[in-house]
């Protein structure tokens, strides 16, 4: 079982990040993430809820004009916008996903997310062998 200790934003104590099963509660992580000072500081907020040697999942909150600047991640991702709107540049294509909505990326395809509104997604990164 990998868990992660207590941090300064998060002082509450250890929580499991890879176990044999993990399950999260979605909505309370977005609550917990939009009380913590990351949240009033920055212009996102995320936590990791799963991570594994090939596979990691976070759940991100932005505000509204917040960015994740232009990369490419090694590994296949899938996006889901839990709450909210973006747009998604890929591949120089402007792409406008709203709650619900799930895209998936192949591996180094570079993009840049934009929260047009202020929005919760759900990232997941598999990344093979």
């Not at 909505?27 to 991570?51: H, P, Q, R, Y």
């Amino acid at each position: 079982m990998k868990t992660t200790d207590a941090t300064y934003n998060r002082p509450e104590g250890e929580r499991v990040l890879d176990a044999p099963y993990v399950v999260t509660d979605i909505n309370a992580a977005m609550v917990k993430l939009m009380n913590e000072n990351g949240w009033e500081e920055t212009d996102c907020n995320g936590i990791t809820l799963f991570k594994t040697d090939n596979l990691t999942t976070v759940l991100i909150c932005m505000h509204t004009g917040s960015r994740i600047g232009e990369n490419s991640i090694d590994g296949t991702v899938t996006l889901q916008i839990v709450e909210g709107e973006v747009e998604l540049t890929a591949e120089e294509e402007v792409l406008t996903l709203h709650t619900g909505q799930l895209m998936m990326l192949h591996h180094n395809v570079t993009h840049s997310i934009l929260a047009t509104e202020e929005t919760v997604m759900l990232l997941t990164n598999h990344v093979c062998c």
